[in-house]
C-alpha cells in the first residue's frame, strides 16, 4: 500500500535539502561579504527545515531509515524536489530569481500548511514560516534593485527570468497523493494558493520594472523523481563522502 | 562594489535583555532598507536581536581623540561639582 505522507513529506523535504545544498556552494564565493552570509544563512534555515523534514519522513516510512539515510543515500530517481531547486546556481542574478520564485510559492504554502491536520507537519510549518518570510523579503528586494538598476543587472536578471519561468508551474503540481490526504486535512490544495503566488510575482515585478516571461512553456516531472541533468551531478557531490565512508560521522 | 556605491553604515543592535542598542559592528549596503537586512544576517546569526538601528557611518560625528584631556578630564577631583555637602533630612525619602 502507498505510504502517501512519506511522500508527500518527502516532496517539501527535498526541496528544502536540495536548494539547501545549491546555495550553500556560494559560501565564500558570494559578491560582496554581507550576502556570502545571507546567501549560507538562507541555506542553513533550509537544511534545518529539510533535516526536521526528513526526521519526520523516516518516522511515517517505519522502515528504520534515519534522516540522513534519506539525505544521503537515495538516487536520484528517488528525490521528490521540484525541477526548479535543481537548477545550477549560474550568476547572483539567477540564484536571486530561483530563490524568490521558490520563496513566493513557501510563503503561502507554510502559512497554509500550519493549520494542517497533522501535528508535526503543521509545527514545522509554523517555525518554518518566520524564516520564509525573510527569505522572501530578501529576495524581492533584490529582484527591485536589479531590475529598477543598471541596464546590465537589468538584463542578467530579465534573463534569469527567461531561464527559471518554466519551472515555476511545477510548485504547484498534485496528483493522487495530495488528493487523498487532502480529503483528510493533512495536505494543501495548492491551487488556492495560485492567487496569492500571482499578485505577490505581479507586485515585485511591477516594482523592478521587469516584465512577466510570456512563454507557456511548463516542465515538470521532479515530484515523480524525473529530474533534469543537473541532480545527478549535485548529488554525486553531495552523498560522495557518506557512499565512500559509510556510517563516518564529524 | 563597495566603496562609493555601496556606503559603510554603522551598525547598532539591542538584544532582548536591555533598554539600549549597543554598537556590534559596520556593513556595507546601497541603501537603507538592505542596510538593516544585512546588519541581521551578520550581525543577529547567533543570539536574538529585537531592534537593529543603522546609520550611514559618513552620519557619524565624532569627537577628537586629540580633544581628549579637554573633553573628558576627570571631575572626581573638583569637589565644588558635587553636591556632597547637604544632608538630606529624614522623611525626604530618596533624592
Known sequence: MKNNLFTYTLRIADDSLILGQRLSAWCGHGPIIEEDIALTNIALDLIGQATSLLEYAALTEGKGRTADDLAFLRFENQYFNTQLVEQQNGDFAVTIVRQWIFDTFRLPFYEALQRSSDKQLAAIAEKSLKETKYHWKHSSEWIIRMGDGTEESNKRVTDALNLLWKFSDELFYMDDVDAQLISEGIAIDLETLRPAFNERIAFVLREATLQQPDSKWKLSGGRQGRHTEHLGHLLAEMQYMQRAYPNMEW | ?95
Do not use: C
Open chain 2, 1 to 95: 562594489m563597495a566603496g562609493k556605491d555601496w556606503p559603510l553604515w554603522e551598525v547598532f543592535i539591542r538584544s532582548k535583555v536591555g533598554l539600549n542598542h549597543k554598537h556590534v559592528g559596520s556593513i556595507h549596503a546601497a541603501d537603507a532598507e538592505m542596510a538593516v537586512e544585512n546588519a541581521r544576517d551578520v550581525y543577529t546569526r547567533r543570539s536574538e536581536g529585537i531592534s537593529i538601528w543603522v546609520v550611514e557611518s559618513s552620519q557619524v560625528f565624532a569627537s577628537d581623540p586629540a580633544d581628549a584631556d579637554a573633553l573628558f578630564e576627570p571631575a572626581d577631583s573638583k569637589i565644588y561639582r558635587h553636591p556632597t555637602f547637604y544632608e538630606v533630612p529624614d522623611g525626604v525619602g530618596h533624592m
